[in-house]
């Protein structure tokens, strides 16, 4: 019984350490890319939230990145970096403006965001 214990014990904490480095991976990927984003996409701050934050992520879930600028950008420019960002991380971006969060989910938002 005890054997068994600690073995799941362990498979636990191996699972844990696994989504430990996807994030500190996904964040990596994300500060590798910074001066690219600041001097093309003005970007001021940037980190991730969401379920990738929480540890609820499933296979098929987006990545919600949220995203403050220096100057703003245009529709074309934003939409240019969220394909960046999910062509860099291989996974599917939900890119959020700072200023577009809506306000019912806004507190919450930026009490789990992890910035880069």
Same mark, same amino acid.
């Given at each position: 019984? +005890?054997?068994?214990?600690?073995?799941?014990?362990?498979?636990?904490?191996?699972?844990? *350490?696994? @989504?430990?480095?996807?994030?500190?991976? +996904? @964040?990596?990927?994300?500060? #590798?890319?910074?001066?690219?984003?600041?001097? %093309?996409?003005?970007? %001021? %701050?940037?980190?991730?939230?969401?379920?990738?934050?929480?540890?609820?992520?499933?296979?098929? *879930?987006?990545?919600?990145?949220?995203?403050?600028?220096?100057?703003? +950008?245009?529709?074309?420019?934003?939409?240019?970096? #969220?394909?960046?960002? *999910? @062509?860099?991380?291989?996974? %599917?971006?939900?890119?959020?403006?700072?200023?577009?969060?809506?306000?019912?989910?806004?507190?919450?938002?930026?009490?789990?965001?992890?910035?880069?």
């Amino acid at each position: 019984m +005890i054997g068994w214990f600690f073995a799941n014990c362990r498979f636990f904490f191996y699972l844990l *350490s696994l @989504r430990y480095m996807m994030q500190e991976k +996904i @964040r990596e990927k994300i500060h #590798e890319q910074l001066p690219l984003l600041k001097a %093309k996409y003005h970007v %001021k %701050k940037i980190g991730i939230f969401g379920s990738f934050v929480r540890d609820e992520q499933k296979k098929g *879930s987006d990545l919600d990145i949220l995203v403050e600028f220096e100057t703003p +950008i245009g529709f074309f420019d934003f939409i240019r970096l #969220e394909n960046l960002l *999910s @062509r860099t991380l291989r996974k %599917k971006v939900d890119l959020v403006s700072k200023k577009a969060i809506k306000p019912a989910v806004k507190k919450g938002v930026l009490k789990e965001v992890q910035y880069v």
